[in-house]
T-cell receptor, first 114, second 114 residues
Framework: AQSVTQLGSHVSVSEGALVLLRCNYSSSVPPYLFWYVQYPNQGLQLLLKYTSAATLVKGINGFEAEFKKSETSFHLTKPSAHMSDAAEYFCAVSENQGAQKLVFGQGTRLTINP | GAGVSQSPRYKVAKRGQDVALRCDPISGHVSLFWYQQALGQGPEFLTYFQNEAQLDKSGLPSDRFFAERPEGSVSTLKIQRTQQEDSAVYLC????????????FGQGTRLTVV
């Protein structure tokens, strides 16, 4: 069975500071990994995905994530936080690279301090 | 339509009442997913359709939950005899046939059972 653990339900950073959101996964097969963002009262929007090509994946809004098999991690980073990055972020894993059944983590709420 | 549309956006039901939640996927998308997102949690998979066929319903929590997509387009999630633990946001997502595609999420229906 697949599972995702997001370390830290709340992360707070200053505007302009580095953003680091942690995600560890468990999967019995080579995983496909995703990061989604959810703004208040909105649906989920895909930030980026890992599908076994490059281990460093670049997404929208300046976010990127690195797949590290040895650490079973897929942490999300952004060099410089912007106020508009404040949202809930979800890491997810799938057995398929297509949009199949996703297993989500519990989410990390990112707050940006001015 | 331009995106996945869900209705109603908000629903308050008395315990024991039946409810029906509607999802209009993006036109032409063959895959449709339902997820349940409890407060403060990540979304959890409920069921998956490919066209009108329900290929996976392993996430439906009880036989009070029923989903259909009779013409391979609009889908309805029905919950019979609602209970307080059914209170959650119900998210619908759709994706196209092509591999390596992403799922597009609707804004969700927030169900509150009182």
């Amino acid at each position: 069975a697949q599972s995702v653990t997001q370390l830290g339900s709340h992360v707070s950073v200053s505007e302009g500071a580095l953003v680091l959101l942690r995600c560890n996964y468990s999967s019995s097969v080579p995983p496909y990994l995703f990061w989604y963002v959810q703004y208040p009262n909105q649906g989920l929007q895909l930030l980026l995905k890992y599908t076994s090509a490059a281990t460093l994946v670049k997404g929208i809004n300046g976010f990127e994530a690195e797949f590290k098999k040895s650490e079973t991690s897929f942490h999300l980073t952004k060099p410089s936080a912007h106020m508009s990055d404040a949202a809930e972020y979800f890491c997810a894993v799938s057995e398929n690279q297509g949009a199949q059944k996703l297993v989500f983590g519990q989410g990390t709420r990112l707050t940006i301090n001015p | 339509g331009a995106g996945v549309s869900q209705s109603p956006r908000y629903k308050v039901a008395k315990r024991g009442q039946d409810v029906a939640l509607r999802c209009d996927p993006i036109s032409g998308h063959v895959s449709l997913f339902w997820y349940q997102q409890a407060l403060g949690q990540g979304p959890e998979f409920l069921t998956y359709f490919q066209n009108e066929a329900q290929l996976d319903k392993s996430g439906l929590p009880s036989d009070r939950f029923f989903a259909e997509r009779p013409e391979g387009s609009v889908s309805t999630l029905k919950i019979q005899r609602t209970q307080q633990e059914d209170s959650a946001v119900y998210l619908c997502a759709s994706s196209s046939r092509e591999a390596n595609t992403e799922a597009f999420f609707g804004q969700g229906t927030r169900l509150t059972v009182v």
